[in-house]
Nanobody, 115 residues
Framework: QVQLAESGGGLVQAGGSLRLSCAAS????????ISWSRQAPGKQRITVAS???????DYLDSVEGRFTISRDNAKNTVYLQMNSLKPEDTAVYFC?????????WGQGTQVTVSS
């Protein structure tokens, strides 16, 4: 099973930007669906962005136009570019990938946006 490792989280002021990376231990080319989710304290985990193997993307309404998901199959890495960050974006961010119905999850990276 492919291992996923997120990085790039941190503390940023409102209006700032961060780029999260999700590095896979193996090839991501065969993953048909990769997503970024987030979980804030006391709240359920929700998917904020996803990308398919043919590059189709989807976003949570509240991040549409601010976040961009992309994948680099050559580097086995998925990115989440986050711009115009808001305090309500504060959460632990996870990447996940699906291949033939089997999910792989990373451990998460903390994003904190100060007002």
């Amino acid at each position: 099973q492919v291992q996923l490792a997120e990085s790039g989280g941190g503390l940023v002021q409102a209006g700032g930007s961060l780029r999260l990376s999700c590095a896979a231990s193996g090839s991501i080319a065969s993953f048909n669906y990769i997503s970024w989710s987030r979980q804030a304290p006391g709240k359920q985990r929700i998917t904020v962005a996803s990308i398919t193997d043919v590059g189709s993307t989807d976003y949570l309404d509240s991040v549409e136009g601010r976040f961009t998901i992309s994948r680099d199959n050559a580097k086995n890495t998925v990115y989440l570019q986050m711009n115009s960050l808001k305090p309500e974006d504060t959460a632990v961010y996870f990447c996940a990938a699906n291949r033939l119905g089997i999910w792989s999850w990373g451990q998460g990276t903390q994003v904190t946006v100060s007002s």
